[in-house]
């Protein structure tokens, strides 16, 4: 079992920065590949970004590519969401999620290739 928690998410102007975090616990944090999702209200969730096992591969999604990084702690057990130039359209509860069974330099996109899922936290751009 894996279990992950978000942290970091809140409330921030349009143009704002943020910083997402989410600690893993129950396995080997570098057989996980990770990925982070959001869904808004009234939206089906939708993939932002991903990072292979190695934390040497990222990939994003079109709508945060050159705002967003994803990085990697191996270490702490720890993923890492940073969000910059906020837009009031990014706001949406944002997931954590883990992923077994990756190469270890692959990225996934895919939601239904993930196992574990954290609670999520919200984020709120406001205009």
């Known amino acids: 079992q894996v279990q992950l928690v978000e942290s970091g998410g809140g409330l921030v102007q349009a143009g704002g920065s943020l910083r997402l975090s989410c600690a893993a616990s129950g396995r080997t944090f570098s057989s996980l590949a990770m990925g982070w999702f959001r869904q808004a209200p009234g939206k089906e969730r939708e993939f932002v970004g991903a990072?292979?096992?190695?934390?040497?591969?990222?990939y994003y999604a079109d709508s945060v590519k050159g705002r967003f990084t994803i990085s990697r702690d191996n270490a702490k057990k720890m993923v890492y969401l940073q969000m910059t130039s906020l837009k009031p359209e990014d706001t949406a509860v944002y997931y954590c999620?883990?992923?077994?069974?990756?190469?270890?330099?692959?990225?996934?996109?895919?939601?239904?290739?993930?196992?574990?899922w954290g609670q999520g936290t919200q984020v709120t751009v406001s205009s």
């Open positions: 999620a883990a992923s077994i069974g990756i190469g270890y330099t692959a990225v996934e996109s895919q939601g239904t290739r993930y196992n574990y």
């Open positions: 990072i292979s096992r190695s934390g040497d591969s990222t």
